[in-house]
């Protein structure tokens, strides 16, 4: 399954809503392990300064680029030849990781080469209708609790009348705990990996 592309270009990977700010917190708390095989829902950055990390939050442009997150075990770079760059020991390259996700590590079972640019086989997502309406201050109060509360999160943000949170992974507990404290479709867990199937 290993494709060869042509890297792209550095760039920032951030989530931004289009009605409001940012809430960037890593809070404390059991982040959900995957029953089985997951991959990262877009291309990531897999950073190495010492021992492989795989970004799922935003990447700070920099020369070298400074991200952080989760550890990459079973990742080796002579595997990827020409697909990383490299400042000093730093090492980092794009990719869509394929592997297992325990809750705190993601082990590495294969990596697509992939530019920020390359559509990747996911529909464009759509959002149940909110069963409750808040004013845009109150769901921003929600975004700022939802961001510092829900284990794995890595941001929340207004969008029109919901609040996106994103996270590293959801096996749909987290969806079902917003939904019961906020009301359907209020908050939408964005899962930063994803389930594929085997």
Known sequence: MKIALALAALLVVAG??????????DPSGEVPAAPGQVRTRTVVTVMDTGSPELCLGAVAESWPPQCS???????????HEGQYMKSGTT???QFIVIGRWDGSTFT????????????IDQPTPSYPPASVEHTHAELQ???????RSLP????????RQHVLV????????????VDEEYGAGVVVVMSA??????
């Open 141 to 147: 109060d929600i975004a700022d609790e939802v961001g």
């Open 108 to 119: 590495y079972e294969d990596a697509v080469v992939r530019t920020i640019l390359d559509p």
């Open 152 to 159: 794995g999160a890595q941001g929340a943000y207004v969008d």
């Open 166 to 177: 994103d996270v590293v992974y959801d096996d749909g507990s987290l969806q079902d705990q």
């Open 69 to 79: 997150g989760p550890p990459l075990r079973g990742w080796d770079w002579t595997e």
């Open 16 to 25: 931004c809503g289009s009605d409001g700010g940012t809430t960037a917190i």
């Open 193 to 198: 990996l994803v389930d594929t199937r085997e």
């Open 91 to 93: 090492r980092w390259g």
